[in-house]
């Protein structure tokens, strides 16, 4: 059975911390890994990894995955208070349509 | 371009009413998934839909179902609502390959009595 777990599940920090959350997953005929941010409402998505070792960047944010060891990161540095939000991961495998979650990591960001 | 809509956001209904939900996916995107997200199980998987043929579903009970029309536009059903089935519900769409993104609407926020 497929299986995404996230760690930490939560974690408060300071505004302009560096913060690492982890998604490590066993997914059948696995073809890629997305993340997302979740505030109040619909995830936005934020990045889509295929390839290991290649890092994606985007501002604060950068991701990288880890196809041998079954893992990806995302980090986000100089944090501010708008970082606030779940973070989700969600392999991409055989299974058309459907991106199956990690329980997410909950990051608050204090002023 | 507009993105995904979903109506409407939010819902009461009582136990044993029937609810329908609609999504409006981005222009040219043909497939609709729905995910059901509460708080004790997360965000999960309810079923997808291409080109109107439901491709994959998840371990829901029948009583959850949906469809897809020619436009893109698809609605999901619960019939016999249960307290349980109180939960945020969201669509995403995307243009239909394996690897492409799943781009979310803002959910409709179910409540049963």
């Known amino acids: 059975e497929d299986k995404v777990v996230q760690s930490p599940l939560s974690l408060v920090v300071h505004e302009g911390d560096t913060v690492t959350l982890n998604c490590s997953y066993e997914?059948?005929?696995?073809?890629?890994l997305l993340w997302y941010k979740q505030e109040k409402k619909a995830p936005t998505f934020l990045f889509m990894l295929?390839?290991?070792?290649i890092e994606k960047k985007s501002g604060r944010l950068s991701s990288i995955l880890d196809k041998k060891e079954l893992f990806s990161i995302l980090n986000i540095t100089a944090t501010q208070t708008g970082d606030s939000a779940v973070y989700l991961c969600?392999?991409?495998?055989?299974?058309?349509?459907?991106?199956?979650f990690g329980a997410g990591t909950q990051v608050v960001v204090t002023p | 371009k507009a993105g995904v809509t979903q109506t409407p956001r939010y819902l009461i209904k009582t136990r044993g009413q029937q609810v329908t939900l609609s999504c409006s996916p981005i222009?040219?995107?043909?497939?609709v998934s729905w995910y059901q997200q509460t708080p004790g199980q997360g965000l999960q998987f309810l079923f997808e839909?291409?080109?109107?043929?439901?491709?994959n579903k998840g371990n829901f009970p029948g009583r959850f179902s949906g469809r897809q029309f020619s436009n893109s536009r698809s609605e999901m059903n619960v019939s016999t609502l249960e307290l349980g089935d109180s939960a945020l519900y969201l669509c995403?769409?995307?243009?239909?390959?394996?690897?492409?993104?799943?781009?979310f609407g803002a959910g409709t926020r179910l409540s049963v009595l």
């Open positions: 995403a769409s995307s243009s239909g390959t394996q690897e492409n993104i799943q781009y």
């Open positions: 997914v059948t005929n696995f073809r890629s």
């Open positions: 295929t390839s290991s070792g």
């Open positions: 969600a392999p991409i495998g055989g299974s058309w349509g459907k991106l199956q």
């Open positions: 222009s040219g995107h043909r497939s």
């Open positions: 839909y291409f080109s109107e043929t439901q491709r």
